[in-house]
């Protein structure tokens, strides 16, 4: 298993007061996860789930478009352990969005140790929200992945 080097703990670990709170789920080489604007909710708690990545991956298989983001619009049954999406933007590297909006929802039940798993541990445990915080502008931790973590994507 490899080590978080520097550059993911200078992510994780700075905080600035005044700005508000997202849970930087993964910083990896290959995307950072963040949720922010997570709201309580009964049955469902709503939260955004954002995706920036280091080597954008594909639109569709052998498709030329790529993906430099994706942004969710996610709800979680944190008794149930579930989340949903209602809505997806993704933002392709030449700046054109695509979105979609779901009627109604489909409730997944993640694995355990997933990324799922972590958005939904985001939202619904306290105290993995806690250890995971950060107070950063998300465009601010954005800035610093890149810079870290581009050159390693293209081999750098």
Excluded at 21 to 30: F, G, H, L, Y
């Amino acid at each position: 298993m490899r080590q978080a080097g520097p550059s993911i703990l200078l992510i994780a670990g700075i905080a600035l007061a005044g700005c508000s709170e997202r849970v930087i789920v993964r910083a990896a080489p290959d995307v950072l996860v963040t949720v922010e604007a997570i709201a309580a909710g009964e049955p469902l708690a709503t939260a955004r789930v954002h995706y920036l990545f280091a080597d954008p991956p594909p639109l569709a298989e052998g498709d030329a478009d790529r993906v430099a983001r994706m942004r969710y619009d996610a709800v979680f049954d944190c008794a149930a352990n579930t989340w949903g999406q209602r809505a997806q933007d993704l933002t392709l590297v030449d700046g054109r969005t695509l979105s979609e909006t779901y009627p109604a929802p489909a409730m997944e039940t993640p694995t355990p140790g997933s990324l799922a798993d972590g958005l939904v541990r985001g939202v619904c445990d306290p105290a993995y929200r806690k250890d995971h915080a950060s107070r950063r502008p998300l465009a601010s931790l954005e800035k610093d992945y890149l810079a870290a973590m581009v050159p390693a994507a293209r081999g750098g």
